[in-house]
């Protein structure tokens, strides 16, 4: 079992700026994707950001050039630097990796939520 534990969330004001962490246990295995997501009141879990073990980045159309995603594999920790909140950025933020164990066996693991706030 992977361990996930997101922080950074917080209450900020439209325009303002935000950077998510989500560090994971250690264990034997590698990473694939490590991916944000997010769920705001009454709507469904949406992607916002995915990278892969090799870099390459992918956003949902509504963040493309305001979210960065980034990781640092030596301290097994994705990140997501977040500029010119909106307030439809106000969501529950989650983080979520795809792990392959040194047995061939492969886990998906959640954290549990960091709360992002962004008043008008």
């Known amino acids: 079992q992977v361990q996930l534990v997101e922080s950074g969330g917080g209450l900020v004001q439209a325009g303002g700026t935000l950077r998510l962490s989500c560090v994971a246990s250690?264990?034997?295995?590698?990473?694939?994707?490590m991916n944000w997501y997010r769920q705001a009141p009454g709507k469904q879990r949406e992607l916002v950001a995915t990278i892969s073990n090799g870099g390459r980045t992918n956003y949902a159309d509504s963040v493309k050039g305001r979210f960065t995603i980034s990781r640092d594999n030596a301290k097994i920790t994705v990140y997501l630097q977040m500029n010119s909140l909106k307030p439809d950025d106000t969501a529950v933020y989650y983080c979520?990796?795809?792990?392959?164990?040194?047995?061939?066996?492969?886990?998906?693991?959640w954290g549990q939520g960091t709360q992002v706030t962004v008043s008008s």
């Open positions: 979520n990796i795809e792990v392959r164990y040194y047995t061939g066996r492969y886990g998906n693991y």
């Open positions: 250690a264990g034997m295995f590698s990473i694939n994707d």
